[in-house]
């Protein structure tokens, strides 16, 4: 866990913070916003997988990138 912290929710809280400071997303916590955002991308893409269908699609990616940057982005 120490592994995935460091690699992926860290940075990505980072993110959220500086986003959250600079009025562009909306959260009250970026751990739980990480946590949150990574569970979405991971069932998503094991979903994706489990039907055959390709993970590294650049229309899937984008696609998720999308909605999950609508999920946390002030509107």
């Given at each position: ?9 860290a940075p990505l809280r980072k993110l959220l913070d500086e986003g959250s400071a600079a ?53």
């Open positions: 866990m120490t592994v995935k912290d460091a690699t992926l929710a009025g562009q997303f909306t959260i009250s916590d970026s751990r739980d916003a990480a946590n949150a955002i990574l569970g979405a991308a991971l069932i998503a893409t094991l979903t994706r997988w489990e039907d055959g269908r390709d993970t590294q699609d650049p229309e899937f990616q984008q696609a998720m990138t999308d909605q999950l940057v609508r999920s946390v982005a002030r509107a």
